[in-house]
């Protein structure tokens, strides 16, 4: 079936650091969602893309849609310690799920 | 305050044992659904329902049980849990399909044994 590959499954960065996670797909996707899980916690909705190369920004958060509608990014610019988590992509109508990056801030 | 209720948040139990697992939402949404989280694996659908007395099967539906009798509950039985089944469980829901924003509960730490 359908799937969504997402990497890299853990980014260790220093804090400071740019932090990128990718999601991609061998089929054309409607859309796609990006979510944040902070440890022990439940997925919390950031954004939806929709139109083919659109990029959306959320501060220090920016989101890619590919032009072919197969891939998306979320880069986050100098992570904070309130970046911690994973996050995670889902696409297409009955939202197929990425595995997820974890981002673990180096002490 | 608009929320997902799960319940309980821990349920350690034996194979075999039936048990349900509550959600409710209070946002009137039409389309809610179950996941379960293993490591590594991301989230799976187990069951999504779009409106009332209306549910299917998602990814990973086998062993569970769902129903839709009132709008805002949702749900998830297992009849006979079997170790497998140990995982962290999500109910979520969204206003009309599973293409919108998705709200999560807080989750259900499941531990079958």
């Known amino acids: 079936g359908q799937q969504v590959m997402q990497i890299p499954q853990y980014q260790h960065v220093q804090e400071g650091e740019d932090f990128t996670t990718y999601c991609n797909s061998s089929t054309t996707l409607s859309n796609i969602q990006w979510y944040k899980q902070r440890p022990g916690g439940h997925p919390v909705f950031l954004i939806q893309?929709?139109?083919s190369g659109e990029v959306k920004k959320q501060k220090r958060l920016t989101f890619q849609f590919g032009e072919a509608k197969k891939n998306s990014s979320l880069h986050i610019t100098a992570t904070q310690t309130t970046d911690v988590g994973t996050y995670f992509c889902?696409?297409?109508?009955?939202?197929?799920w990425g595995a997820g990056t974890k981002l673990i801030i180096k002490p | 305050e608009a929320q997902v209720t799960q319940n309980p948040r821990y349920l350690i139990t034996v194979t075999g044992k039936k048990l349900t697992v509550t959600c409710s939402q209070n946002?009137?949404?039409?389309?809610m659904s179950w996941y379960r989280q293993d490591p590594g694996l991301g989230l799976r659908q187990i069951y999504y329902?779009?409106?009332?007395?209306?549910?299917d099967k998602g990814d990973v539906p086998e062993g569970y049980k769902v129903s839709r009798k009132e709008k805002r509950n949702f749900p998830l039985i297992l009849e006979s849990p079997s170790p497998n089944q140990t995982s962290l469980y999500f109910c979520a829901s969204s206003l009309r399909t599973g293409n919108e924003k998705l709200f999560f509960g807080s989750g259900t730490q499941l531990s079958v044994l």
């Open positions: 889902a696409a297409t109508y009955q939202l197929i």
């Open positions: 893309l929709v139109k």
């Open positions: 946002m009137n949404h039409e389309y």
């Open positions: 329902s779009m409106n009332v007395e209306v549910t």
